[in-house]
């Protein structure tokens, strides 16, 4: 495997004992840089303690367990996407999921309305380039209903998340149905909540709703790719100032990484890691973010 000359399997001394929650490998739909066990390799070497592996076309919890068995000093764990391809909104996908140890539930991502809404005004051909096209524009979803409330099978879902003590994912939801889905979910008593990529332009969340979400207990993901030329969202320096606004308490590092074309996820999240220590980012607040942070939202 080629891996970009620029990172030379030099990890930043923070990686140890840190945990990177938004990474993709392959097997997938869509090309990527590393296999699951690539990755976890790399991450081991790096000194880390463990990886959330996500996958939009399939679940991933399966593939965890098999690593695991395997590498049983790595906490890896997976879950399951709420898009079409694994039965969309379907209560009955994530009671099953969570059986079988799904960590996290993902909103849907790919199979979104907010996520199609972006992609029909902002082209990006180096993402979610199956061989043959998925066939899902037509077939867009959203977690409200007509009445602009909580669908009742999603409520089952939080439901289901919260007796299980798992992990809820916004995914690609719009900001509004963020907003509405943390207000019902901490209603059904979930505790783990995890606000996807708050910067990144598929779904970008307003400084004043990242404040609210973070003052309600869940966690704001601060995305590497978000920074990067696929989106140029946000700049380094404007991603340490926004966890200067939030506090790193409530924030999580990840990159979002695992496209051919960016660096593998682990040499990724050591150059964000060195790139926010650059712009006055305490090393402190970095174990807080990739360390105790996300595994507090785990454990």
């Known amino acids: 495997m080629n891996i970009p000359s620029k990172a030379q399997n030099k990890y930043h001394p923070l990686l140890k004992g840190a945990y990177e929650l938004h990474v993709h490998s392959s097997p997938s739909a869509f090309p990527r ?17 463990g990886l959330v592996i996500k996958a939009h076309e399939g679940v991933s919890y399966d593939r965890a367990t098999l690593i695991r068995s395997q590498m049983p000093d790595m906490k890896v764990y997976g879950g399951l996407v709420c898009n079409l391809f694994t039965g969309g909104l379907s209560s009955h996908a994530v009671d099953m999921a969570l059986r079988m140890g799904a960590k996290i539930i993902w909103m849907p991502t790919i199979s979104a309305e907010q996520h199609a809404k972006y992609f029909a005004e902002y082209s990006q051909e180096r993402f979610f380039n199956s061989e043959t ?57 979930v505790r783990r909540i995890l606000i996807q990529h708050a ?69 990724g999240l050591s150059e964000f890691v060195t790139e926010l220590l650059n712009e006055g980012i305490s090393e402190d607040m970095v174990k807080e973010m990739i360390a105790a942070n996300p595994e507090s939202l785990l454990f």
């Open 133 to 189: 096209p998925l066939g899902d524009s037509d077939s867009c979803l959203t977690i409200l209903n007509e009445s602009n409330e909580v669908k009742d099978e999603v409520k089952r879902i939080l439901y289901l998340i919260a007796s299980y003590d798992a992990v809820l994912a916004t995914g690609h939801l719009s900001p509004h149905e963020v907003d509405l889905l943390v207000e019902e979910a901490l209603d059904i008593g």
């Open 33 to 49: 840089i590393q296999t699951d066990w690539e990755l976890i390799e790399e991450a081991r070497k790096a000194g880390m303690k």
């Open 199 to 267: 910067d990144l332009g598929i779904a970008q969340i307003p400084m004043d709703l990242q404040k609210k979400l973070s003052s309600q207990g869940c966690y704001i993901e601060k995305c590497y790719l978000a920074c990067g030329e696929d989106f140029n969202n946000i700049t380094i320096r404007q991603m340490a100032e926004s966890i200067q606004t939030l506090g790193s308490k409530s924030c999580i590092l990840v990159t979002d990484y695992g496209q051919p074309h960016n660096l593998p996820p682990v040499q």
